[in-house]
DNA sequence: GACTGAACGTACCATTTCGTACATTGTTAA
DNA sequence: TTAACAATGTACGAAATGGTACGTTCAGTC
């Protein structure tokens, strides 16, 4: 999460001390993050994260001032950690119809291995994106998601394998949708279609739809083959 | 929700009565439904819910239990409620294009028109679908969704104008991934990316966005005309 | 070595919140 | 009419919960 890892790891530079105030401050928060994304904000209790940390109740007041100022933080390194996991995508040196192929399984894998962040986020969307809009942080964050997938488009509407028209921000949307509702709603629709979704075969069949489904959308009738 | 409607209309059989058990039940359930979409299980207060009954939170346990049991009683309610609306939808007598496409469109505007379910639904998966695996009922209300979609596909492919080998439950769930994410992240998105996705006319874009994404991924090349 | 501010522990307080005890009124059947 | 039970109102209890007061220890500075 920040500089210094979770465990109470040699402080990087200077010499030696009892004292670790980033450790601490990582570890509430990685506590946090697992309690909120749990049982939400208000399903989450101050004390049982005080009792999961190193540190003591009072720490988390010292250094989040309250319980939804610690919420804002864990919303905002979720974001942050997601978002430079993302950076690693390259997609610059790939033909059009590989890189959108690409960039949509790593979008399905990458939010299936992060559930947490997801239900951050839908958490985030119950309380109406109230805590979202305070944060200049994640606002800023985000531009470079749209900008990966404008210029693979670009490129492939450029060469005449992906058809014109289609907003990059609305494709987006269109993939973010079926990768995010693969984890957000796994428990109630296997539940109702008693269809263990979770299960790895099924999780492959999906992202090929997915993907398929993406391609499919975006692809002019030549690029069939 | 029930028999008889919201407010303290005339009991429907027998002769007329002070109590009105029945309204009662009723709109306390309405209210909880409320409530409980709005702050989810551990946000909704049994106080406030009580304050926006015309019973009493006496009334509330005596009907309902305690706090989960009301919950999982309004989330039995809203999906009978949103069930039998989609019974509404009749597409026999539709040429298979004209009918998926029709049950593509009504799902999207269904959930849009929906919120309060699609809360309860997101609520509910933050609680890994436990309250859900609880009701008998709900597990039973939900086959002939599947059913229907499934009817549509096999006469599509029958007549040759949807390709052969989709599952019609993993088609469900496609359409239900882009209907969904259309209410559930619909705060998030908008912030992020600056964009009023609630706004009329982007409303109508996605819908043809999804309607059109799901066609050209059924129907075979074939059918393109 | 004394001083200062940051880092931390313990005990506690004020409210909130779920749930219930107890008393009362309405309704129906005999 | 009245016994019996369903429906409802009022007040309260006990635990949980967010937050703080107060005191102590650590680490760098003069």
């Known amino acids: 999460m920040t500089a210094t ?29 697992r309690e909120f994304s749990e049982k939400g904000l208000s399903g989450a209790r101050i004390d049982e994260i005080a009792e999961k940390t190193r540190a003591s109740k009072r720490m988390i007041y010292y250094y989040f001032r309250d319980k939804e ?5 864990t919303l905002e390194a979720a974001y942050q950690k997601v978002r430079l996991q993302e950076t ?9 119809l590989e890189a959108l192929s690409r960039l949509v399984r790593f979008t399905f894998c990458h939010h299936a291995k992060n559930p947490d962040f997801i ?26 998601v749209i900008d990966a997938l404008a ?3 670009a490129r492939g509407v450029e060469s005449g394998c992906f058809r014109e028209g289609l ?6 949307w269109l993939i973010s949708a079926l990768s995010f509702f693969n984890v957000s709603n796994q428990h109630t629709f296997s539940r109702i279609f008693d269809w263990k979704q979770a299960a790895p ?3 492959q069949k999906l992202e090929d739809h997915v993907t398929d489904m993406v391609m499919r959308y975006v692809r002019t ?4 083959r």
């Open 5 to 33: 890892s979770s465990t109470s790891s040699p402080p990087t530079a200077r010499r030696r001390r009892k004292n670790d105030p980033e450790s601490v401050r990582a570890d509430i928060l990685a506590v946090a993050t």
């Open 69 to 73: 100022s610690l919420y804002l933080h």
């Open 88 to 96: 690693e995508l390259e997609l610059d040196h790939l033909a059009p």
């Open 119 to 144: 239900r951050l986020v839908m958490i985030e969307n119950i309380h109406h994106g109230r805590f979202l809009a305070q944060s200049e942080l994640i606002q800023s964050l985000n531009a470079g």
């Open 151 to 153: 210029d693979v488009y």
């Open 167 to 172: 907003d990059p921000r609305e494709l987006h």
């Open 201 to 203: 075969e099924n999780q």
């Open 221 to 224: 009738d030549e690029a069939l």
